[in-house]
C-alpha cells in the first residue's frame, strides 16, 4: 500500500487560502475600527478598502486553484453529489488530515481509529474532547474545525425527500436526524461543564439539553464523513496494488 491519496500540492493551495482569507478578515476588522474614530472618508480608510477588494480578488483567486485540484482528486467522486459538502471545503479538510488511510509521517496504514483520534472525535468519558485553558490539545485542531463548517454544512441542507436526488445526496441529513432521535432521551453519562453554568456543571443523569443533543448528532456526522473518505482511500490503495501486480 502507498499513499497514493497524499497530495501536497492540495496542501500548499490550502494554506494559501487560509494566509489570505487571515489577513483579508484581519484588514477588514481594522477598516471597521476607523468607524469608531469617525475617520471613514480618510485618504487611509480608502485604501484599506482598496487593499479589501484586492485581498479578497486574491482569495477567490486561490479558491479557483484549490477547487480546481479537488476536484481531479482521487476523493472527489466519492463526495461530489452529497449535498452539503463542496470541494473548497474538502480540499481544506484533505489538507489536514492527508491522506485518510495512510500515515504518511510513519510511512504505514493507518487504522481508522487513529483518524478518529486524530480528528479529536474519540470519546473521554462518554463525552467529546474539549481543549481545557493552558492545555495542548492532542489532535489536529484544524482537522475537527473542517470537519465541523462541513458537517453543519451538510445540516443546514433542507430536508427533502432523499430519493428524489439518489440516495447518496441526503445521506449526512440523514446520519444527522438518526442522531437527534438517537440523543432525545438521553442523560448525561458524567458531570458536564458545557451544560450547566458557570462553575456548576450539569450533573450525572439529568437530560441533555437540545444544544447538546445537536452537537452529539453533527459528531456523528463527522465520524460518517471520516469513515466515507477513509473507504474511499483504502479502495484507492487496493486499486493500486492490484493494478502495481497486474502485468
Not at 469617525?38 to 487593499?51: G, K, M, P
Not at 476536484?71 to 472527489?76: C, D, F, R, S, Y
Request: glycine share 8%; net charge positive.
Amino acid at each position: 500500500m502507498s499513499s497514493t491519496c497524499y497530495d501536497p500540492i492540495l496542501g500548499l493551495l490550502a494554506e494559501s487560502v487560509d494566509d489570505l482569507e487571515s489577513t483579508r478578515i484581519a484588514t477588514e476588522n481594522r477598516l471597521r475600527s476607523l468607524a469608531s474614530y469617525d475617520l471613514e472618508t480618510t485618504r487611509e480608510a480608502e485604501e484599506l478598502t482598496l487593499l479589501c477588494a484586492q485581498l479578497l480578488d486574491a482569495e477567490k483567486h486561490a479558491i479557483k486553484n484549490l477547487e480546481r485540484r479537488m476536484k481531479a482528486h482521487q476523493l472527489w467522486p466519492t463526495f461530489k453529489d452529497m449535498q452539503g459538502i463542496g470541494r473548497k471545503q474538502l480540499a481544506r479538510l484533505l489538507a489536514a488530515i492527508g491522506d485518510p488511510a495512510w500515515n504518511t509521517k510513519e510511512n504505514r496504514p493507518r487504522t481508522f481509529g487513529e483518524l478518529v483520534a486524530f480528528c479529536g472525535l474519540d470519546p473521554v468519558n462518554g463525552q467529546g474532547r474539549r481543549k481545557r485553558r493552558g492545555e495542548r490539545a492532542n489532535w489536529n485542531g484544524e482537522a475537527r474545525k473542517r470537519l465541523w463548517l462541513i458537517a453543519t454544512s451538510c445540516v443546514k441542507e433542507p430536508g427533502r425527500t432523499w430519493p428524489m436526488d439518489g440516495e447518496a445526496a441526503w445521506q449526512m441529513r440523514r446520519v444527522y436526524e438518526q442522531g437527534r432521535n438517537k440523543y432525545a432521551h438521553a442523560v448525561h453519562a458524567s458531570e458536564c461543564v458545557r451544560c450547566g453554568p458557570a462553575g456548576e456543571p450539569a450533573a450525572a443523569g439529568t437530560p441533555l439539553p437540545a444544544g447538546h443533543q445537536n452537537a452529539r448528532a453533527i459528531r456523528l456526522v463527522m465520524r460518517e464523513i471520516l469513515a466515507i473518505a477513509y473507504n474511499a482511500a483504502q479502495k484507492v490503495h487496493l486499486e493500486g496494488n492490484i493494478n502495481e501486480r497486474t502485468p
